[in-house]
Nanobody, 121 residues
Framework: VQLQASGGGLAQAGGSLRLSCVASGRTFSNYVMGWFRQAPGKEREFVGRISGSGGSTYYADSVKGRSTISRDNAKNTVYLQMNSLKPEDTAVYYC???????????????WGQGTELTVSS
């Protein structure tokens, strides 16, 4: 599976942004899709995930209530909608594909190249 993330950029605190990730190569709906992020000098951390059908989502506490993950299996695309952005959301965001519903980096076999989000205060 090849993954291509996009949609990052510069945003203001309190604003909203939607990241996208397009997949190719294998049956997209077979995969759990996760979003992770890595801030400068920090480890990569889990943001959220969505099941293959799109019927189940799970979020990290840091984004819960202000983020929504969705997917369009017909378009092989997964989205991360982030609202009420905070400066601490500044990071490189990665999409990943895996076979299990997990919050662990190691559980995902395929990774996109990352898209950078900077939130200014």
């Amino acid at each position: 599976v090849q993954l291509q993330a996009s949609g990052g950029g510069l945003a203001q605190a309190g604003g909203s942004l939607r990241l996208s990730c397009v997949a190719s190569g294998r049956t997209f709906s077979n995969y759990v899709m996760g979003w992770f992020r890595q801030a400068p000098g920090k480890e990569r951390e889990f943001v959220g995930r969505i099941s293959g059908s799109g019927g189940s989502t799970y979020y990290a506490d840091s984004v819960k209530g202000r983020s929504t993950i969705s997917r369009d299996n017909a378009k092989n695309t997964v989205y991360l909608q982030m609202n009420s952005l905070k400066p601490e959301d500044t990071a490189v965001y990665y999409c990943a594909a895996g076979s299990f519903r997990s919050s662990s980096v190691g559980s995902y076999s395929y990774w996109g190249q990352g898209t950078e989000l900077t939130v200014s205060s």
